[in-house]
């Protein structure tokens, strides 16, 4: 099952903040964050565990809410290098990893 | 440490014809998990393999088709070629299976006319 992101796109100028949500309709082990600039593969920057933990890039701040299924990418004081497609992945079960559709920042001067 | 290889980097064939592309982890990784990536539909989900062995698998038909050697290298393989196949595929690798962070190759742009 294929989480949901949202926004599908959003432009900011540099120094805003943006929030981008992940949603599942199952339950959630973990979720995975990445993000991809145009022509250039995805890039690791957070998993967030069932639990507690996550593991990632110190520059990033990310939510999971077990309960609902959900996670939330926080993106403050964005900078140029932020803009880029952010995929959200999922797994149920420590297992399968399914990834949304993307969320495309882009950061004007 | 190098990164996640993917050959060939570029691909034209025919509806109909067969391809197999090639996925080199990183070393010391021994998962490898595929993934189709077309224009609005994101990254689905091909297959995974760790140690040799098929350990999940996405919803694809079964033309699509993959395998790991025991140096953790993996190839998937598309036979009879449809024009919807046309993609950018990409490979990742990760320590072992589970919850852990993937390292993507730069993806084989496979073109089916």
């Known amino acids: 099952q294929q989480p949901v992101q949202s926004p599908q796109a959003v432009i900011l100028r540099e120094g805003e903040d943006a929030v981008i949500n992940c949603s599942s309709s199952k339950a959630l082990y973990s979720v995975h964050w990445y993000r991809q600039k145009h022509g250039e593969a995805p890039v690791f920057l957070m998993i967030l565990l069932k639990g507690g933990e996550q593991k990632g890039h110190e520059k990033i701040s990310a939510s999971f809410n077990e309960k609902k299924q959900q996670s939330s990418l926080y993106l403050t004081a964005s900078q140029l290098s932020y803009s880029g497609t952010y995929f959200c992945?999922?797994?149920?079960?420590?297992?399968?990893?399914?990834f949304g559709a993307g969320t495309r920042l882009t950061v004007k001067p | 440490k190098a990164g996640v290889t993917q050959t060939p980097r570029y691909l034209i064939k025919t509806r109909g014809q067969q391809v197999t592309l090639s996925c080199s982890p990183i070393?010391?990784?021994?998962?490898v998990s595929w993934y189709q990536q077309t224009p609005g539909q994101g990254l689905q989900f091909l297959f995974e393999?760790?140690?040799?062995?098929?350990?999940n698998k996405g919803n694809f038909p079964g033309r699509f088709s993959g395998r790991q050697f025991s140096n953790s290298r993996s190839e998937m393989n598309v036979s009879t070629l449809e024009l919807g196949d046309s993609a950018l595929y990409l490979c990742?690798?990760?320590?072992?299976?589970?919850?852990?962070?993937?390292?993507f190759g730069p993806g084989t742009r496979l073109t089916v006319t």
């Open positions: 393999y760790f140690s040799e062995t098929q350990r």
């Open positions: 070393s010391g990784h021994r998962s």
């Open positions: 992945g999922t797994s149920s079960n420590n297992n399968d990893m399914r």
């Open positions: 990742a690798s990760s320590y072992t299976t589970g919850t852990y962070e993937q390292y």
